[in-house]
């Protein structure tokens, strides 16, 4: 039986096997153990002789058994090492990255330079009503200039904003003077698109009221503005325009240089003083809201611009359309740059 089962342990080729073999030699009911318990039934003579043999196979196997384990479980532990290797110097999963959206990145490079002339930044609702987009802009139905912006009119009389300005009404109703803020969001016109026309795209809208506020405090903002996004020698063109909200109204350009030698006047906007007939009409609304008039004798200038020129000159997109297309092979460039 020793050899049997010396070999039987040998030939354990696991721990679950190595027990079996355990079990049947030295377990309870083991065939060591059943030796062992029909000792009683030996001449006593015969029994010392006999115990003492049983009992060296019982040493013999539970030595073996011990060496036979502890190879096992060296091995086990050898084979989960192994499957569970790690090798560190492998490059890392590639996560898809997202990245800002470059009308994003235009709005915070411009958003950073007025907050820093201490200007507070506000959003509004991009479905308004006639009232706030045109008449209280100065612009009654019969006046032409409601036919400059086409608009996308809702079944219940309602408007998408044709542009940010109709937010310079609701701040000021809500606000008194003085007041420095600007306006980022989307407006719509109803317009055939073309490579700088969109029918959705964005503008940033200025508004600045107080005492004394004047062409010059205009000038040097937008100018503060040009020689923040394109440096100190930026340079900046007014000519005058007309916007029936603002009086006098200028267009204002930068001068825009690129490192590829690329050179040109930029329109970027409209802008000017606010029109006495705005603050008149803010005024109105602020009394039939129970509110005090405090906008009679205030002055102010305002202005507008649209973000997806600059964007399309920083970063070389010939086309205002290709900003909305969602074609990954555009705005795939723009991965990871946030
Ligand atoms: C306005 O919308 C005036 N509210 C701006 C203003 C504000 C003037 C305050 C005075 C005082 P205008 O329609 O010119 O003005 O639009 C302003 C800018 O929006 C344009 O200079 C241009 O940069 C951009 N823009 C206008 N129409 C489109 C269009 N269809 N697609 C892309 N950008 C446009």
């Known amino acids: 039986m020793r050899e049997e089962a010396l070999q039987a342990i040998q030939a354990a080729p696991d721990l679950a096997a190595l027990q079996a073999v355990k079990t049947r030699y030295v377990g309870k009911s083991g065939l060591v153990t059943k030796e062992l318990g029909s000792l009683g039934k030996l001449?006593?003579?015969?029994?010392?002789?006999?115990?003492?043999?049983?009992?060296?196979?019982?040493?013999?196997?539970?030595?073996?058994?011990?060496?036979?384990?502890?190879?096992?479980?060296?091995?086990?532990?050898?084979?989960?090492?192994?499957?569970?290797?790690?090798?560190?110097?492998?490059?890392?999963?590639?996560?898809?990255?997202?990245?800002?959206?470059?009308?994003?990145?235009?709005?915070?490079?411009?958003?950073?330079?007025?907050?820093?002339?201490?200007?507070?930044?506000?959003?509004?609702?991009?479905?308004?009503?006639?009232?706030?987009?045109?008449?209280?802009?100065?612009?009654?139905?019969?006046?032409?200039?409601?036919?400059?912006?086409?608009?996308?009119?809702?079944?219940?009389?309602?408007?998408?904003?044709?542009?940010?300005?109709?937010?310079?009404?609701?701040?000021?109703?809500?606000?008194?003077?003085?007041?420095?803020?600007?306006?980022?969001?989307?407006?719509?016109?109803?317009?055939?698109t073309d490579a700088t026309h969109e029918a959705m795209f964005h503008q940033l809208e200025g508004l600045v009221v107080g005492d004394?506020?004047?062409?010059?405090?205009?000038?040097?903002?937008?100018?503060?503005?040009?020689?923040?996004?394109?440096?100190?020698?930026?340079?900046?063109?007014?000519?005058?325009?007309?916007?029936?909200?603002?009086?006098p109204g200028a267009d204002f350009a930068v001068w825009w240089e690129n490192p590829r030698g690329e050179s040109k006047w930029l329109e970027l906007g409209g802008c000017g003083m606010v029109h006495p007939n705005v603050f008149r009409a803010v005024d109105d609304l602020r009394e039939a809201a129970g509110k005090e008039r405090v906008y009679e004798g205030k002055t102010g200038f305002a202005f507008g611009l649209g973000p997806e020129r600059i964007a399309m000159l920083k970063y070389g997109i010939p086309d205002i359309r290709y900003f909305y297309a969602n074609d990954p092979r555009v705005m795939g460039q723009f991965r990871g740059e946030l």
């Open 43 to 192: 001449p006593p003579e015969e029994r010392k002789a006999r115990g003492a043999e049983i009992n060296a196979l019982r040493q013999a196997i539970d030595t073996a058994l011990t060496e036979r384990e502890a190879v096992l479980k060296r091995a086990a532990l050898d084979a989960k090492l192994a499957s569970e290797a790690l090798d560190v110097t492998l490059p890392g999963l590639g996560l898809p990255a997202g990245g800002l959206h470059p009308i994003s990145r235009v709005y915070d490079d411009l958003i950073h330079i007025y907050e820093r002339m201490g200007y507070a930044v506000v959003e509004g609702p991009e479905v308004e009503d006639e009232h706030h987009n045109f008449e209280a802009l100065n612009v009654p139905w019969y006046h032409p200039a409601r036919d400059l912006q086409d608009t996308f009119w809702l079944e219940d009389g309602r408007l998408l904003r044709t542009h940010t300005s109709p937010m310079q009404i609701r701040y000021m109703v809500d606000h008194e003077p003085p007041l420095k803020i600007v306006v980022r969001g989307k407006v719509y016109r109803y317009e055939a």
């Open 212 to 247: 004394g506020i004047s062409m010059a405090d205009l000038k040097g903002t937008i100018a503060e503005m040009a020689r923040g996004l394109y440096g100190p020698s930026a340079k900046v063109r007014f000519q005058p325009s007309y916007y029936p909200f603002v009086e």
